[in-house]
């Protein structure tokens, strides 16, 4: 009698637990949407979202610039940290000796340890005058080096010990055996990576890189340390950019002496809110169709 | 008529830092028969097949000396590409472990690495070899899905499939029946019985009736030496050293 009491406590406990779990993101996204209704009202939600107009004094809220700059920064530092995670987690769980992996893990852990304001204090000292006075000439262009390639080239540092240790977790599991089988069919141990390992693997690359994207759409102070903050629409990676987070981080609690500024900054968030759902779900879609394959 | 020899081993050591796995293993595989390896647990059966393979590169800590020679060729030593070597021999291991493409994908992955791509070569290929194994009934509908729906037997089966499709002279089966159930385990000792006679077959298992079934030739090691060796008519019944006799009594 007494154990089926705590039994049913214990029940309701982890039924309680799981539900504010699951209602955490959904109450966040009622308020930041409810709180962003003013800011609807007197604009229209395409001229929100697809303006390049941002003129908060007169009550014009573009976030076009913000949600370009966000996806290019995002963008670059995937294109810049995708291949380089996966050569080095086939490295690490496939070549590497047990030494040189002993050494890696707490290496990868301390480089995801690291407070974001060290990798933007890293990038103002040295991605930003390498991105200015080094690469800026190579293409004869002119940049201060804040600018939406530094922003991605932090975050893409940002996001490598993540991305690589999902990765190597997912290689792991590839059972030796399939590796032997496909050499000894006479494949070289390229092929058999190739044709064994990450096919194998398909499943867990994807949710690693579904994973490092979201997080790098999100990251906001070391991106906002080096990116320039400067509202305008631009495909030149060496312009500079205003990220969505940024934009956030640092007008709340400052701007909002002007109108509807703290309503357009709700919806900023909401709108960061949804993307990042956005890459999960596509990402979850992703998973799914490679796994039924 | 003295038979010939698919492959000849001599002064084989393995051994990891300083303490053998191989020890100074001597043994002749004849062509098409079956030769069993039998032996407690650890005592090295898979290291020699593996080193067989040259499969014992992946383990950089195991050092190998002496020499394992196919057609003549001393393949630790071969200049000659190791994975034509290794296509001499089809692998089957205790586990089936189909590679993550379709069925057929599995068994042409071998014939694409010699570099034929012909289709109709391929069609033919996966068709025989599956018929060779007994598989082609039960999957022709399903070619192109991925071998995962496959009852573990018949993983098992196309694995061997996928090995003999490269044309092995040899194929090495380790603990092939360890995983499956008895009936599964009869369509592969079957399978070995006719297979035998286009191919020469190595066989370890830790089942003492399967080895008087299969075996035409068997080989007893202990602590990574070959204690013993002969046909199976002599050793079962009239073993010589203390080691096999111990195997046997505690073995049934
Ligand atoms: N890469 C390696 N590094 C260190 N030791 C190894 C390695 N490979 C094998 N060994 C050792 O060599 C010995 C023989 O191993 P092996 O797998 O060949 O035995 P086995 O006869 O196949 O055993 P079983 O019947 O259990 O499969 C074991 O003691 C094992 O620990
Ligand atoms: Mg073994």
Redesign the pocket.
Known sequence: MKFRVLQNISNSWMIVSLCIILLIPFIIGVVLYSKSIPVFEITSIDQLLFSSTWKPTQGLFGFLPFILSSLYVTLISFVLSAPLCVLAAIYLTQFASKRLVLIMYPVIDILAGIPSVIYGMWGILIVVPFVGETLAPLFNLNSSGYSILSGGIVLAVMCIPYVLNMLMESFKTVPMGLVEASLSLGASKWESIKHAVLKKCRTGIISAFGLGLAKAFGETLAVMMVVGNVVQISGNPFDAGYPLPALIANNYGEMLSIPLYDSALMLASFILLVVVLLINLFFRYLICKTQRK | MKNKNTIEISNLNVW??N?Y??KNVNLDIPEHQITVLL????????????SMNRLTDL?K??KVTGEICIDGDDILKSKRNIYEIRQKMGLLS?KPYPLPVSIYKNIAYGIKLKGIKDRKLLDYNVEKRLKEVGLWDEVKDRLHSSPDTLSIGQQQRLCLARGLAVKPRLILA??PTSALDPLSSKIIEDLFKKLKEHYSIVV?T?ILRQAKRLADNVVF?HY?EIVEQGAPDQLFTNPQSPELKKYLVDGN
């Open positions: 990891v830092d303490q796995i191989l032996g407690p647990s650890g005592c090295g059966k898979t290291t020699l097949l593996k383990y800590e195991l205790q380790d603990e370890v830790h090691m990574g």
